[in-house]
């Protein structure tokens, strides 16, 4: 059979994203840092600057003094509890926000990215710092209150950028505290090399790459750095059935997510050796929100934003990462009706504007096309849809393991950073994707009963589905007991907790 050769990427995708397949060193700074391309994936187009513009010397030289061991090994501020009454001559540099820009009078996103990313990290010490002191002193009496004000030195500055960049005006995952926050030692090596990857700013011991903090942040640079693959996986799926191209182009699409994603998983397991469970609670203090969190009762005031009423935002959280969403949306997994599942929409909103639109689009079009029930029409690509599926769930058991092991075992806290209840949100989205896994098994691939074999043109049919059925039947007993061993964990933490 003739295979139909389709133009990839196609128009739309191309018209939607234009930068999707260049290269990213010919990007302007007056695009978002965060703009995808097949290379860099979700990752900046350009390693993000460890030095801020000139007007901005006092925001960096206050966080080069901040870290609980600053960069020559140090006691800093927060070591001292000392960061707020230092904050308390700190300049306004809004004005110099707006003066960040290239040489046609764009404003400098690349920049702006950097100021508000070094922003959040004061801002989230200086509300944060409080918290950090009684946990220090006393672990056992959790972390008492934050402060309630935001300095307007700080809030408006920080809240302008945001503006700007399309970001709710706190911590985030990509744009602040991970993605947008390493540079590497060794430009030659670049990315290559773990080993090669350093923070640019950190709350607790971060500056030491060796650190547990350092391996926390970096090991989630060291899995995006892989999702170019995923990108253009993902569009060759989608473009390619669009246009009503070959089947096997659509399987090669599955088979390099499938891929990339062993890759990023890969990188995913050194998580437990780059950053020490024991070592996580010290800095994870730093890095939760205000929504939904016992230490900020009453939301925050941004002097000089919003008429000085209380604000409240979601923290920083690794569920933040565009990975899993992106899959979410190509194969279509439907998620439960839930306050829990209504959280995991909430956090769509902190994303870098250019994840959130090309996660949009990828939505959208899966739908358009209908990826899932195209998937199924063939035991190949159902197979190969299978194992794109149980990506998803052996990533988020995973990181049901990191929350578990990291959290859950050594704090009675009940949320997440992110604001999430810490003990039921990851198996909300670990439950539905394991769902859809048996039903798409028992549908298309489980042998029937009382099914006859015939011996001619349905009979080969029936043994290709059969030689299809061996290759995920493994797979599919190993989803049946982790599903039922995550309903048994889940049912025996939250009686414990009194959830």
């Not at 194969?331 to 839930?338: A, Y």
Request: glycine share 6%; charged share 25%.
């Amino acid at each position: 059979m003739t295979r139909i050769q389709v133009p990839f990427p196609s128009p739309t995708t191309l018209k939607k994203f234009p930068h999707i397949h260049e290269d990213p060193s010919t990007l302007s700074h007056d695009i978002d840092p965060f703009t995808i391309t097949t290379s860099t994936g979700f990752l900046p187009y350009a390693t993000a600057p460890t030095t801020l513009p000139e007007a901005f010397q006092p925001l960096a030289d206050l966080l080069d003094r901040l870290p609980v061991v600053k960069a020559d090994g140090k006691p800093g501020l927060l070591a001292t509890y000392e960061l707020g009454p230092a904050c308390k001559d700190f300049p306004d540099l809004t004005d110099e926000v707006d003066k960040l820009v290239t040489a046609d009078g764009s404003p400098d996103l690349f920049n702006i990215t950097a100021v508000f990313r070094d922003y959040t990290f004061l801002a989230s010490s200086y509300l944060l710092e409080p918290c950090f002191e009684n946990w220090s002193k006393n672990p056992d009496n959790g972390y008492g209150l934050g402060r309630d004000v935001l300095p307007k030195a700080i809030a408006r500055p920080m809240y302008h950028a945001a503006q700007i960049l399309d970001l709710p005006p706190f911590m985030s995952y990509a744009a602040s505290y991970a993605l947008f926050n390493y540079h590497v030692a060794d430009p030659a090596k670049g990315l290559a090399e773990y080993t090669n990857l350093r923070l640019t700013r950190a709350f607790e011991r971060g500056l030491d790459p060796k650190s547990s903090e350092a391996g926390f942040i970096l090991t989630h640079v060291d899995m995006v750095k892989e999702t170019g693959g995923l990108i253009n996986g993902v569009l060759k799926v989608v473009d390619t059935l669009e246009q009503h191209g070959d089947r096997q182009e659509i399987n090669d699409g599955f088979r390099e997510i499938l891929t990339t994603m062993e890759k990023i998983e890969e990188s995913m397991e050194t998580m437990w050796g780059n950053s020490k469970p024991a070592e996580y609670l010290s800095f994870r203090v730093f890095i939760f929100g205000i929504t939904s969190q016992s230490m900020f009762p009453n939301g925050v005031i941004y002097e000089g934003c919003e008429d000085d009423k209380p604000l409240n935002f979601r923290g920083e959280s690794g569920a933040n990462d565009s990975i899993i969403p992106l899959l979410d949306h190509l194969c279509q997994i439907p998620m439960p009706s839930t306050p829990l599942t209504k959280i995991l929409h909430e956090f769509r909103a902190y994303r870098p504007l250019p994840h959130r639109t090309f996660l949009t689009y990828i939505r959208e079009k899966a739908e358009e096309v209908s990826v899932r029930d195209y998937a199924v029409q063939d035991s190949e690509t159902a197979v190969l849809f299978l194992r794109t599926l149980d990506h998803v769930r052996s990533f988020r058991w995973r990181h049901w393991l990191f929350a578990r092991e990291y959290i859950i075992r050594r704090t009675p806290h009940p949320t997440a950073t992110g604001g999430s209840p810490i003990v039921t949100w990851l198996p909300n989205q670990l439950s539905a994707v394991m769902d859809l896994m048996v039903s798409i098994y028992d549908t298309y691939l489980a042998p029937k009963e009382g099914s006859a074999v015939v011996s001619n043109g349905a009979g080969r049919k029936q043994d290709l589905i059969a030689s299809h059925r061996k290759q995920v039947e493994p797979m599919m007993e190993q989803v049946r007991d982790q599903r039922d061993k995550l309903a048994k964990e889940v049912e025996r933490w939250c009686k414990e907790r009194g959830v």
